[in-house]
């Protein structure tokens, strides 16, 4: 199955969701999103996608659904203390079906991550954010022992967990290497998609809420990174870049907007070819706020995009978008082997399917 053929099935799909079983292929008759009957009803922002078969979702509430069936069932694997506490499960980063991270978001305490080995049957709380100024918002993992998590700025510049264990255990990375935050900038926890890696040492971290929506990029693990103004409006709390998407160290995708209702989002999506180093406006970008981004892998130029009204699709590499559906999704993940996934409100979850 080639990308350049199912981006043509993408586009010949009509605006609802399929309800065939069967991939998006290459023979024209187009593809959908298939809704897959979770029975909940939190809003998923967090979504890891392992394969067409398996994939995790992560929500409001404490909650934490996996499917190893293509979405035919769900297990409710939720950790009984983020239930109990009802947690903001924000982010949630899978290595296969047994072994996830997940991250809840708040001021304080309220941000932590945990830990399963055995797909959810047991959890283990293994941070815990001690500062009340910190507030993690994404994390991301380079593999299956490297990873990284973002706080909105404390002391005037993002705060960097890092873990080389998997998330058994994390320290806060040193801030020498981080510009200054713009007054008021900071990140938004919509999609798990505010901080992004490509590869065993990039990652890209992304703003809003500032003068400026800024893409900050790390070739070193987060150690070190520089700063670069997207073409994304800001300037306004509810504005700035809520999600990024890199296909590999050079080639970025930047979406995002202004999230309150009924608010227009002009230039809402950018696109880099250097590594995040500058950033050009799509020539046709997405006609409102989208929150999650996700490239079609093997593809040159195929990515998607989603927002609460709807999901477009881009053949170029982000510069131009097109409306493929529009229904409410918060984010989306593609796994290698092609199995594309959504997550949104009132339990909304879907895969990528030939109608």
Same mark, same amino acid.
């Given at each position: 199955?080639?990308?350049?053929?199912?981006?043509?099935?993408?586009?010949?799909?009509? *605006?609802?969701?399929?309800?065939?079983?069967?991939?998006?292929?290459?023979?024209?008759?187009? *593809?959908?999103?298939?809704?897959?009957?979770?029975?909940k009803?939190?809003?998923?922002?967090?979504?890891? @996608?392992?394969?067409?078969?398996?994939?995790? *979702?992560? /929500?409001?509430?404490?909650?934490?659904?996996?499917?190893?069936?293509?979405?035919?069932?769900?297990?409710?694997?939720?950790?009984?203390?983020?239930?109990?506490?009802?947690?903001?499960?924000?982010?949630i980063?899978?290595?296969?079906?047994?072994?996830?991270?997940?991250?809840?978001?708040?001021?304080?305490?309220?941000?932590?991550?945990?830990?399963?080995?055995?797909?959810?049957?047991?959890?283990?709380?293994?941070?815990?954010?001690?500062?009340?100024?910190?507030f993690?918002?994404?994390?991301? %993992? %380079?593999?299956?022992?490297?990873?990284? *998590?973002?706080?909105?700025?404390?002391?005037?510049? %993002?705060?960097?967990?890092?873990?080389?264990?998997?998330?058994?255990?994390?320290?806060?990375?040193?801030?020498?290497?981080?510009?200054q @935050?713009?007054?008021?900038?900071?990140?938004?926890a919509?999609?798990?998609?505010?901080?992004?890696?490509?590869?065993?040492r990039?990652?890209?971290?992304?703003?809003?809420?500032?003068?400026?929506?800024?893409?900050?990029?790390?070739?070193?693990?987060g150690?070190?990174?520089?700063?670069?103004?997207?073409?994304?409006?800001?300037?306004?709390?509810?504005?700035?870049? %809520?999600?990024?998407?890199?296909?590999?160290?050079?080639?970025?995708?930047?979406?995002?907007?202004?999230?309150?209702?009924?608010?227009?989002?002009?230039?809402?999506?950018?696109?880099?070819?250097?590594?995040?180093?500058?950033?050009?406006?799509?020539?046709?970008?997405?006609?409102?706020?989208?929150?999650? @981004?996700?490239?079609?892998?093997?593809s040159?130029?195929?990515?998607?995009?989603?927002?609460?009204?709807?999901?477009?699709?881009?053949?170029?590499?982000?510069?131009?978008?097109?409306?493929?559906d529009?229904?409410?999704?918060d984010?989306?993940?593609?796994?290698?082997?092609?199995?594309?996934?959504?997550?949104?409100?009132? /339990?909304?979850?879907?895969?990528?399917?030939?109608?």
């Amino acid at each position: 199955m080639c990308a350049a053929a199912l981006a043509v099935g993408l586009l010949a799909a009509p *605006a609802h969701a399929s309800s065939a079983g069967e991939p998006a292929g290459p023979d024209g008759a187009g *593809a959908g999103w298939a809704l897959k009957d979770t029975g909940k009803e939190v809003r998923f922002r967090g979504l890891a @996608a392992v394969s067409r078969g398996t994939a995790w *979702a992560a /929500g409001s509430q404490g909650t934490v659904l996996r499917t190893v069936d293509g979405g035919r069932s769900w297990q409710d694997v939720s950790p009984p203390g983020a239930v109990a506490e009802g947690l903001e499960l924000r982010d949630i980063e899978a290595f296969d079906a047994r072994r996830a991270v997940a991250l809840s978001i708040g001021e304080g305490e309220a941000s932590r991550v945990l830990r399963t080995e055995d797909g959810g049957a047991t959890w283990t709380e293994t941070f815990r954010n001690p500062d009340p100024r910190a507030f993690y918002d994404c994390l991301t %993992f %380079f593999d299956a022992r490297h990873g990284l *998590a973002m706080s909105d700025p404390v002391d005037g510049r %993002f705060r960097i967990l890092s873990t080389d264990d998997g998330g058994r255990s994390w320290r806060v990375l040193p801030d020498a290497g981080m510009p200054q @935050a713009l007054p008021g900038e900071a990140g938004f926890a919509a999609s798990g998609q505010c901080l992004v890696s490509s590869g065993p040492r990039d990652v890209w971290l992304a703003t809003g809420g500032g003068a400026a929506a800024r893409v900050l990029h790390s070739a070193d693990r987060g150690l070190t990174w520089r700063a670069a103004e997207s073409t994304v409006p800001a300037g306004d709390p509810a504005r700035g870049v %809520f999600a990024l998407a890199f296909r590999d160290r050079t080639k970025g995708l930047a979406v995002g907007g202004d999230y309150r209702t009924g608010q227009a989002s002009p230039q809402a999506a950018a696109v880099s070819a250097d590594g995040g180093r500058s950033w050009r406006q799509a020539a046709t970008p997405p006609p409102a706020y989208r929150s999650g @981004a996700a490239w079609y892998p093997y593809s040159r130029g195929t990515a998607l995009a989603v927002g609460p009204t709807g999901t477009d699709v881009t053949l170029d590499g982000g510069r131009s978008w097109r409306p493929l559906d529009g229904g409410s999704f918060d984010t989306v993940d593609c796994a290698p082997d092609r199995g594309c996934w959504a997550s949104g409100e009132k /339990g909304r979850v879907a895969r990528l399917e030939r109608r």
